[in-house]
């Protein structure tokens, strides 16, 4: 048995005993008859960014090898009606073999896909977001010779009955245990049943948001994974939501991930790890044990693109009051090393050249160990109202736009922009000012993009008219004044919470 593959909790991983990217049709037929599977489900993200479902039974296994073969045609417009017009509107979906999963919820024997759309002409859909992100992967492999690697940090709360015993200490919640967290298990039992759809998880924790509103308590956690190509990535935060979503609601729980409930209190992001790989090794870190060259280049774009970037993953009002100081969040164009105040952070990378376990274990004995695979660079300002394709689009291009600027630029813009102090305290408010901001609503994030549409159009990754929908989209909130409104009446934070409360 391959080690790599050894103790999967994929189903169809474990049954196979073979790497998901080399699945093949026969393999699902194989699969299919070996375990008594009777539907087919195809899954896909339409243009609210949440999952939607077609099933099919499985009548006979030629019927089954028809479907996997040809896929079924769907209505574009209902999925996508900002791009696609209802006089002509069918798409097909061809399933993706090496996303299958067995659904973890259904009593029904059922295997699950991950599928892409494709037009009339047999062609990739234009402005599908996952076809968005092929594009974008594409280009920055052929642009720069390097791959595109990423993953997300996922943060949500839990809301359950409140309980008098043992509470947790407001706002402090991060990486509490049992008794003061009550929501371990079910994080847990999340973090399984992710994994069996083909999440690799690196690890789950309670969040530093805890609160009780009306009777109930609201808990923040957090599901981070391990660092994979690009689209893996996206794939598996769209089902990571759909998971956790189906689990709250067997247990009678709610689950939102919703970019901010209530002022004062912490919102949630969807935070984005990224590094840069070459031959199969992470180049984010220099010879030198530093930042790299190459890395520094790649969040030059990230700092210069940061602005419009919050059109692909802040998509809702409530977005822009998540983006505020002391809130765990960012609010200005910067980085900086291990510093949670700046917009793009560079955590610990294992770097020192130290055996650390050695050090705490006495029977070990030191070895000389390479962990420079573990260094990357965070994005912290996407929440889970993105459209987590065209997030990891958009940031694949202000990586490559970095990297594509003259290196004496590149690095002098990230000489500016970085930053080695919390940029909120007091003694530090110069150079807070000195610093661009994001924007502060839907209204200002739409003409970010517009006025640097171009970026994201280059070597056709970002279609016209996606650009042109997501602009409209942002626009029709009409959200300019919305912050001195609801400081003027806080009710209407209540409305907002409760209209978005489900989002993406």
């Known amino acids: 048995m391959d080690k790599t593959i050894e103790l999967n909790p994929n189903e169809v991983v474990a049954f196979l005993g073979?790497?998901?990217?080399?699945?093949?049709?026969?393999?699902?037929?194989?699969f299919i008859e070996g375990n008594g599977i009777r539907m087919i489900d195809f899954m896909y993200p339409a243009e609210d960014?949440?999952?939607?479902?077609?099933?099919?039974?499985?009548?006979?296994?030629?019927?089954?090898?028809?479907?996997?073969?040809?896929?079924?045609?769907?209505?574009?417009?209902?999925?996508?009606?900002?791009?696609?017009?209802?006089g002509n509107s069918d798409l097909y979906v061809i399933p993706r073999y090496r996303t299958a999963f067995v659904d973890p919820f259904c009593e029904i024997p059922t295997l699950c896909f991950l599928c892409s759309y494709f037009d009339k002409?047999?062609?990739?859909?234009?402005?599908?977001?996952?076809?968005?992100?092929?594009?974008?992967?594409k280009a920055f492999e052929s642009s720069t010779g390097f791959s595109f690697e990423a993953m997300g940090e996922l943060e949500y709360y839990v809301i359950t009955e409140e309980d008098e015993l043992f509470p947790c200490t407001d706002q402090r919640g991060y990486h509490e245990s049992e008794p003061f967290s009550k929501l371990g298990d079910f994080r847990r039992q999340c973090m399984d049943f992710v994994a069996k759809t083909g999440g690799q998880i690196k690890y789950g924790h309670s969040e530093v948001g805890n609160f009780t509103l009306d009777g109930k308590i609201y808990e923040q956690n957090e599901i981070e994974f391990l660092p994979c190509p690009v689209e893996t990535a996206a794939d598996q935060l769209l089902l990571a939501?759909?998971?956790?979503?189906?689990?709250?609601?067997?247990?009678?729980?709610?689950?939102?991930?919703?970019?901010?409930?209530?002022?004062g209190e912490a919102g949630s992001g969807m935070h984005i790890h990224m590094r840069l790989m070459k031959d199969g090794m992470n180049i984010t870190l220099g010879k030198d044990g530093k930042l790299s060259s190459e890395a520094r280049r790649a969040i030059a774009g990230l700092m210069v693109l940061a602005p419009s970037i919050t059109a692909f993953g802040n998509k809702n009002p409530t977005s822009y009051f998540r983006l505020v100081p002391h809130q765990e969040a960012p609010t200005n164009?910067?980085?900086?090393?291990?510093?949670?105040?700046?917009?793009?952070?560079?955590?610990?990378?294992?770097?020192?050249?130290?055996?650390?376990?050695?050090?705490?274990?006495?029977?070990?004995?030191?070895a000389d160990l390479n962990t420079r695979s573990k260094q990357t660079f965070e994005m912290r300002s996407p929440d889970c109202s993105a459209d987590i394709y065209q997030l990891m689009a958009g940031l694949c291009v202000a990586a490559r736009f970095g990297l594509e600027l003259p290196e004496e630029e590149?690095?002098?813009?990230?000489?500016?922009?970085?930053?080695?102090?919390?940029?909120?305290?007091?003694?530090?408010?110069?150079?807070?000012?000195?610093?661009v901001s994001l924007p502060g609503c839907c209204v200002d994030s739409a003409a970010c993009l517009e006025k640097n549409r171009a970026v994201f159009e280059a070597m056709d990754v970002f279609r016209p008219k996606m650009i042109d929908g997501i602009v409209s989209g942002l626009r029709s909130f009409s959200d300019s004044t919305l912050r001195d409104e609801v400081a003027s009446d806080p009710s209407l934070m209540e409305k907002l919470v409760r209209e978005y409360f489900y989002c993406g």
């Open 121 to 137: 002409d047999g062609k990739p859909f234009d402005c599908a977001p996952h076809q968005t992100l092929m594009r974008a992967e």
């Open 410 to 435: 590149a690095l002098a813009i990230a000489g500016k922009t970085y930053v080695d102090m919390d940029i909120h305290r007091q003694e530090n408010r110069d150079r807070l000012k000195s610093l």
């Open 49 to 86: 960014g949440r999952v939607k479902t077609l099933s099919f039974t499985v009548n006979s296994l030629a019927y089954a090898e028809t479907v996997l073969t040809e896929g079924e045609r769907v209505d574009g417009s209902s999925l996508f009606p900002s791009f696609v017009e209802a």
């Open 241 to 263: 939501k759909w998971v956790i979503r189906n689990l709250a609601y067997r247990y009678g729980l709610d689950v939102t991930f919703a970019p901010k409930i209530i002022v």
């Open 18 to 30: 073979k790497h998901p990217e080399s699945f093949t049709r026969e393999d699902m037929l194989h």
């Open 333 to 366: 164009v910067c980085w900086g090393d291990c510093n949670r105040s700046a917009l793009v952070r560079v955590p610990l990378g294992w770097s020192s050249g130290v055996d650390m376990s050695a050090m705490v274990n006495p029977m070990e004995k030191a």
